[in-house]
């Protein structure tokens, strides 16, 4: 969940943001005025792709501590595809293509350990028609719009086939997820997002102040809207069971295999620490980390996010927040709070993101973010004055100017793929974009090939340090449109 007015309406945002910087930015400089607030950098940014301690909840909950990593590939290796990067993407790429190409040489070349990034930190909620549902509808109306939320319906599916028929156990609900109206005004955004929904056939449920009340115990919010079709997941549960699918299917998985190094041609080289690998096919599924790679640097702007939890919630604070549908929520605020309850009755959640402005990736534990989400949740919850707030995490995501994702070929190498451009909503799409990465590595055309994420430019995101300076100011202005 990167950033921005609500998940559905944030190109509008992001496109003005971004416009904006180039003049904004030049008066700040200008003036020299450059308060630290702006560039408040995460003290906790590692050096590279590691960090020596996650306190993230999901890790714990799946035993990642005690999980073993596979060994890193070692020596020269020849192989037909090689997936760089074991996130959702990287490896629902290789689940679909080891089913549409039995017998291929399939290596996925993981930094760390699968599930290390973004999908094993995340919030969990599997929504579909996102990143971009509302872009697409208005920018290739309806009929595309829901063609798009169709395929992210595939996505979700996807994950159950995981828990129904390999017995990944995930923690899937089915509850469906609400949007929230930070403001009296926000009300109308709802009022849009369901008539855009309805114009697809998707039945929203609206709900005013009192009945949104009724469902969840909290004076903040001014009116919901319900969509059935979005789920919740266990993350890092979802990645171990994945990486286990894609073995059991005979893929190769090596772990703390960090590339350092692509060589694009007719066969690919890609140099890792401990091994050469040359492929005749290369899938990028990187997101937030491809800038660091050195690939989409100036189309996509890793930002960092992050998430909290609390202890379990008893039965008598249970009571008092209602939420009884354990639906995901979040708020309309360009820097919205998400909220999810998890298995174990914690609350998950995570307001706001930073922007770093280097570019360069961070995982999170940036004390006053957390500080501000706490808070964030006891005003939603004053009820809930005096809970444990046991984990903070943060990743990195990737932000596009127009808040969509891409699949697509790079460039003019015909045999390097990539699947990047969640901007903060990959749980379900990076399903679908692993899918769609392996149909065009297998060479097949199918409908989901002419959907609007597919075979696109993603747009220049402008010069640093530019970007990012009218980045932050958007953000801490909290600028709504
Ligand atoms: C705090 C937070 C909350 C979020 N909440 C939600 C949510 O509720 N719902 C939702 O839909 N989305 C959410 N997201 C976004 C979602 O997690 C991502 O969009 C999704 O996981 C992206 O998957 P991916 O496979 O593309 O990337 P990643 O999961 O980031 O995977 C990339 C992998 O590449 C590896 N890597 C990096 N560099 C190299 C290299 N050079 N060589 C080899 N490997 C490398 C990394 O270790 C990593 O495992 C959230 C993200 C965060 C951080």
Redesign the pocket.
């Known amino acids: 969940?990167a950033d921005s007015q609500s998940r559905q309406g944030r190109w509008i945002s992001r496109r003005s943001f971004l416009a904006g910087a180039a003049l904004g930015g030049a008066g700040v400089w200008a003036v020299g005025v450059m308060p630290r607030w702006i560039f408040s950098k995460d003290p906790h940014r590692p050096p590279q792709?590691y960090e020596y301690f996650v306190d993230n909840y999901w890790f714990e909950s799946v035993g990642m501590n005690d999980v073993r990593d596979n060994p890193p590939l070692k020596g020269q290796q020849r192989v037909d595809i090689a997936i760089?990067?074991?996130?959702?993407?990287?490896m629902s790429t290789a689940y679909n293509l080891a089913r549409l190409l039995p017998g291929k040489r399939i290596v996925v070349?993981?930094?760390?350990r699968?599930?290390?990034?973004?999908?094993g930190?995340?919030?969990?909620?599997?929504?579909v028609g996102?990143p971009g549902f509302a872009y697409v509808y208005e920018t290739h109306g309806p009929e595309a719009a829901r063609a798009y939320y169709d395929a992210t319906l595939l996505g979700l599916e996807q994950i159950r086939t995981f828990v129904d028929d390999y017995g990944v156990d995930c923690e899937l609900e089915l509850t469906g997820s609400t949007m929230l109206a930070a403001g009296e005004s926000h009300v109308e955004y709802l009022i849009e997002h369901q008539q855009r929904l309805e114009q697809i056939g998707v039945r929203a449920e609206l709900m005013d102040r009192a009945e949104m009340r009724r469902k969840l115990h909290s004076d903040r919010f001014f009116g919901g809207l319900h969509d059935p079709n979005h789920a919740i997941v266990n993350?890092a549960k979802l990645a171990l069971g994945m990486k286990g699918v894609i073995e059991s299917l005979g893929v190769e998985v090596s772990e703390r295999?960090?590339?350092?190094r692509m060589m694009p041609g007719s066969t690919v080289r890609l140099v890792t620490e401990f091994a050469e690998v040359l492929a005749d096919k290369v899938v990028i599924?990187?997101?937030?980390?491809a800038p660091?790679?050195g690939l989409f640097k100036n189309r996509i702007l890793p930002v960092n996010?992050?998430?909290a939890a609390t202890e379990p919630l008893n039965e008598a604070q249970m009571q008092s927040i209602g939420w009884a549908g354990r639906e995901g929520l979040w708020d309309t605020r360009s820097d919205f709070m998400?909220l999810r309850l998890s298995a174990d009755n914690r609350i998950v959640f995570?307001e706001g993101g930073m922007i770093p402005y280097d570019g360069s990736p961070s995982t999170g534990n940036y004390q006053p973010l957390i500080e501000k989400m706490q808070s964030s949740l006891l005003e939603t919850f004053p009820q809930l004055e005096g809970v444990r707030f046991t984990h903070n995490w943060?990743?990195?995501?990737a932000a596009t100017k127009d808040g969509m994702p891409s699949v697509g070929t790079l460039a003019d190498s015909g045999n390097i793929f990539h699947?990047?451009g969640?901007n903060?909503?990959?749980?379900?799409?990076?399903q679908l974009a692993g899918r769609i990465a392996a149909e065009r590595v297998a060479g097949r055309e199918t409908p989901l090939s002419r959907l609007a994420m597919v075979d696109k430019q993603m747009p220049y995101i402008g010069p640093e340090p530019v970007r990012n300076l009218g980045a932050a100011i958007y953000r801490k202005l909290d600028l709504w449109e």
């Open positions: 969940m792709l760089v990067g074991g996130g959702f993407a990287g070349l993981e930094g760390a699968c599930g290390y990034g973004a999908s930190r995340n919030g969990g909620f599997a929504d996102e993350p295999s960090k590339v350092l599924a990187l997101n937030g980390y660091q790679f996010i992050y998430a998400y995570g943060g990743g990195t995501v699947a990047v969640f903060g909503e990959g749980v379900v799409m990076a």
